[in-house]
């Protein structure tokens, strides 16, 4: 009964160590798919999504300050004083 124990304890430890080298395996393949993926896309220009909304913003905010510079010369034509 000692030998039959043994055996499944080595069995049980043979399985566990086999499921912590899948786990580690699928965590580098992971990464590596990650770092290929990173530098995939860096090689195209792409964009982060903070870059986008921080470009878009500041859109925005130039063409709300060209709407109030449009509308303030328009202001000046219209009391003659823009024709200077």
């Not at 080595?10 to 566990?16: A, G, N, V």
């Not at 580690?24 to 993926?37: F, I, L, P, R, V």
């Amino acid at each position: 009964m000692q030998t039959r124990n043994k055996i499944l304890d080595d069995l049980s430890q043979l399985m566990t160590n086999a499921v912590g080298v899948a786990h580690g395996a699928k965590a580098e393949a992971e990464t590596a798919m990650k770092n290929m993926m990173d530098r995939w896309l860096a090689d195209r220009n792409f964009v982060t999504r903070e870059e986008f909304d921080a470009v878009r913003a500041m859109a925005q905010k130039a063409r709300e300050e060209n709407e109030t510079l449009r509308a303030r010369l328009d202001a000046l034509e219209a009391t003659g004083k823009g024709n200077g």
